[in-house]
C-alpha cells in the first residue's frame, strides 16, 4: 500500500522529469532514474516484508480467571528472513482490559528483529466474559517508507485463535435471609432424598422406582441411568437475571471495549454471589434461563453460565420465570419495569418465596414488593451489595 512520501516522492519525479523533458539537462534525467529506481527497489523489498515471520501469543495459564486477576501476556516474534524483521510497528488489542487504560491498545516499535523479540506484559482482567484476542496487527515500511505492508491487509501473519473465559467477581455474603430462615440450612452439600427437586444423575441402582429412570441417556448411553432429588428438609433456590435489552444494553453495542459499569454487569456479579451463598450451604440451585444448564447446578456450571450470559432480546422474564419449579427464588433485575414487578407480586401469590434485587430501577418499587411480603433490596451500580443483602437483616 504506498503511503503518503510514496506520492510526494513520485510527484517530484513527475516534475523533475518534466523539467528535464523540457530542457534536456542531462543530470536531471539522472536524478529522475535514480528516484525511479528508489520507488521500484522499495516496491520489491516492501513486497518481502513481513515473509518468513511467526508470532506466537502465550497467556500464564490457570485453572481458571476471575475478574480482577493479574494475568501475563507474552508476544513472540520470529522471522527467518532478515529483510521480514526491519522497521516494523506492532499493535496489540488486549480485549480483558480496561478500555480507558494505557494497556487496552499498546503500541510497540521494533527496529530489528534479529532473528526474534519477545514482549511481556502484565493485565489485570478487567470484566468476565469470553474474550477472543485478535490477530496482533504487525505493519512494515521497510525500506525507505514508500510502501506500507500490514498482516491485516495482506493476510499474512495471524496469531488468531486464542480465547479466555473470564468467570465473574464474587463477593461472599454473610447473611441471606431467605435462606437462612429456612430448616437444616447449615448442611455442607446437597443431600439425596425424595422430594421433588432433581438433583443430578446417577448409575441405576437396584431398588430403583423406574418412573426415575432417565431415558434420554440411557439411549445415548445404552446404561441405564437414574434421576436423584433432593431432600425436601433443605429447599432449593431458583436464580434468574432479567435479560431484557434496555436502551443502555443496546447501544453498548461494540466488540471490544464494553465497560463492566452498568446494572446487567452488576445483575451478573450479585448473582454470582447469592449462587455462591446457596451452594457453600448446600442448597441445589437451579437456572431460570432457556439458555442455562438444566437441573441443578455447580458452583462450576453456575460460573460458566454467568461468564457467558448477555442481554437477550428474544429472553422476556415472564418466559424466564414460566420455568419455575422450586419454592425459593431469587430475582436479581437489572432496569426493572413494572411488568417485572407484576411478575414477582404474581409469584408470591402463588406461594413462592421471593428476594429481589432490583438494580438501576427509574422508579422505586421497594414499598409495593415488601408490602406483598417479597424481601426487595434496591441497589445502584457500584453499591456494595454485601452489605445491602448479606448483612441486613429482613423480616417477612
Same mark, same amino acid.
Given at each position: ?238 436464580? @434468574? ?82 420455568? @419455575? ?6 430475582? @436479581? ?64
Amino acid at each position: 500500500m504506498p503511503t503518503r512520501r510514496f506520492y510526494r516522492l513520485f510527484l517530484l519525479t513527475f516534475v523533475l522529469y518534466l523539467f528535464a523533458n523540457q530542457t534536456q539537462v542531462g543530470w536531471l534525467y539522472v536524478i529522475v532514474s535514480l528516484l525511479a529506481g528508489a520507488i521500484a527497489f522499495s516496491w520489491v523489498l516492501n513486497r518481502r516484508a513481513l515473509r518468513s515471520m511467526t508470532v506466537i501469543r502465550e497467556i500464564d495459564y490457570q485453572d481458571s480467571y476471575t475478574e480482577g486477576d493479574t494475568i501475563e501476556i507474552s508476544l513472540l516474534l520470529n522471522t527467518s528472513s532478515p529483510l521480514s524483521g526491519q522497521q516494523l510497528r506492532l499493535d496489540e488489542l488486549c480485549p480483558v482490559a480496561d478500555p480507558d487504560s494505557d494497556r487496552f491498545l499498546q503500541h510497540w516499535f521494533i527496529p530489528d528483529l534479529s532473528p526474534q523479540f519477545e514482549i511481556n506484559y502484565a493485565i489485570e482482567l478487567y470484566k468476565r466474559g469470553l474474550f477472543k484476542f485478535p490477530a496482533v496487527e504487525i505493519t512494515s515500511r521497510f525500506p525507505f517508507g514508500l510502501f506500507q505492508r500490514s498482516n491485516y491487509t495482506e493476510g499474512e501473519l495471524s496469531a488468531e485463535g486464542l480465547s479466555i473465559l473470564v468467570y465473574p467477581e464474587i463477593r461472599p455474603l454473610a447473611k441471606l435471609p431467605l435462606l437462612d430462615r429456612q430448616p437444616a440450612a447449615q448442611m455442607v452439600r446437597p443431600r439425596a432424598g425424595t422430594g421433588n427437586e432433581f438433583l443430578a444423575l446417577r448409575p441405576y441402582r437396584y431398588g430403583d422406582s423406574p418412573r426415575h429412570i432417565h431415558w434420554h441417556s440411557v439411549a445415548r448411553t445404552g446404561r441405564l441411568v437414574s434421576k436423584e432429588f433432593a431432600d425436601e428438609s433443605l429447599p432449593g433456590l431458583a436464580l @434468574v437475571i432479567g435479560r431484557e435489552l434496555s436502551e443502555t444494553d443496546t447501544d453498548d453495542s461494540a466488540e471490544y471495549g464494553k465497560s463492566k459499569h452498568t446494572p446487567f454487569e452488576t445483575a451478573v456479579k450479585v448473582a454470582a454471589s447469592i449462587g455462591d451463598y446457596a451452594l457453600r450451604r448446600g442448597h441445589a440451585l437451579t437456572i431460570l434461563d432457556e439458555d442455562g444448564p438444566r437441573g441443578a447446578v455447580t458452583a462450576d456450571m453456575l460460573l460458566q453460565y454467568l461468564a457467558r450470559v448477555e442481554p437477550d432480546a428474544e429472553q422476556s422474564f415472564e418466559e424466564q420465570i414460566g420455568r @419455575v419449579q422450586q419454592t425459593y427464588i431469587a430475582a @436479581v433485575l437489572p432496569h426493572p419495569t413494572q411488568n417485572n414487578i407484576d411478575q414477582l407480586l404474581a409469584l408470591k401469590q402463588r406461594g413462592h418465596e421471593l428476594l429481589a434485587i432490583l438494580i438501576g430501577a427509574e422508579v422505586d418499587h421497594t414499598a409495593s414488593l415488601e408490602n406483598a411480603g417479597i424481601e426487595c433490596h434496591n441497589l445502584q451500580v457500584g453499591d456494595d451489595w454485601t452489605k445491602l443483602i448479606g448483612e441486613t437483616a429482613w423480616e417477612n
